[in-house]
């Protein structure tokens, strides 16, 4: 079974775009694994079946991201970028 993440990222002053992670989305694994990458990085992955260190594994085609005008925990868990780093933002997301 997965555990399905977003990851927001602002956009724009009332936009943040929401990716996809379908697998291993909780803290543990996550929080390390983000720690590699940019918010570009995942901007350009678009929708992600799996975060690691070494490498973002993406769907392909991707779905374009979702996007809102404040992060929003749609699923499981909810990570931002904030004061250069990724944070589990779960409990505060929407």
């Known amino acids: 079974m997965s555990t399905r993440a977003q990851i927001a990222i602002q956009i724009g002053p009332e936009e943040w775009a929401h990716i ?23 901007l350009a992955a678009r929708e992600i079946r799996q975060v690691r260190a070494d ?22 868990h909810l990570y931002i970028w904030h004061d250069g780093g990724w944070i589990d933002v779960t409990d505060q997301g929407g």
């Open 20 to 42: 996809y992670c379908h697998y291993d989305g909780y803290p543990a694994h996550m929080l390390p694994a983000l720690a590699t990458w940019t918010p570009e990085d995942i």
């Open 55 to 76: 490498e973002l594994d993406c769907f392909n085609p991707p779905r374009p991201p979702r996007i809102l005008p404040r992060p929003t925990c749609e699923l499981c």
